[in-house]
């Protein structure tokens, strides 16, 4: 009696140190290496390294990414990884990136260059605009990592995103709430906006020389 007693115990203690073993976190990603993430973006080069390609359907020009920042860039395909974004395409490509991919892309889109600021912005901001530069920064030059830069930006491109986060299509309540009450012209005023200024461009194509970089109008 006394050793099965023992034994009970001694099953008891060993089962209530594996059910309290911690579980190992996955490794963080590390920085990105552009090398790695300019082989791993070959993909994306065959729509974001031709300047003003078009979505099929809907219509619209797909977003230029030099000049972002590749915190945002890794966000932007964690949501479609998610589908918080919807896009099928897109979801296809990321759904099978790790974070470290993510980070590597990211870090490679980044080398091409800093985002071309202007002295001074272009036009009039429309009224609707002073909630966007909080966040956007003035212009649409973003003011933190995380969220992206509009400048020079598609104007049907961001006439596309604002649509899906009015529409709830795009899960991200900060921006749900902004483009809730924004109405059809107050849409294209803020994508005319900010497409008219100096800032993103269409990264050079893989194949070709860096001094070919289109810095094509947004329209």
């Not at 395409?89 to 600021?117: N, R, Y």
Request: charged content about 15%; overall charge neutral; glycine content about 10%.
């Amino acid at each position: 009696m006394h050793n099965n007693r023992l034994a009970v115990f001694f099953s008891l203690a060993l089962a209530g140190a594996i059910a309290t073993t911690p579980v190992m976190a996955q490794e963080p990603a590390t920085a990105g290496d552009p090398a790695r993430g300019q082989v791993l973006s070959d993909t994306c080069m065959g729509c974001h390294g031709i300047p003003g390609y078009r979505n099929a359907y809907p219509s619209y020009r797909v977003p230029k990414l030099g000049g972002q920042t590749a915190d945002y860039i890794v966000l932007a395909l964690q949501g479609y990884r998610n589908q918080t974004r919807p896009h099928k395409t897109m979801h296809a490509q990321a759904v099978s990136l790790s974070d470290q991919d993510m980070q590597d892309i990211a870090a490679f889109f980044v080398s091409e260059g800093a985002i071309q600021k202007a002295s001074a912005t272009v036009g009039t901001a429309p009224e609707k605009a002073a909630t966007c530069v909080a966040c956007h920064g003035e212009g649409g030059v973003s003011v933190a990592a995380n969220w992206p830069s509009l400048a020079g930006q598609h104007k049907d491109y961001l006439v596309h995103a604002l649509n899906e986060y009015k529409g709830g299509l795009r899960k991200d309540p900060v921006m749900g709430s902004m483009a809730a009450p924004l109405t059809a012209q107050d849409i294209q005023e803020l994508a005319t906006y900010f497409a008219s200024q100096s800032g993103l461009f269409s990264v050079h194509y893989a194949v070709g020389p860096k001094t070919a970089r289109n810095t094509a109008t947004a329209e």
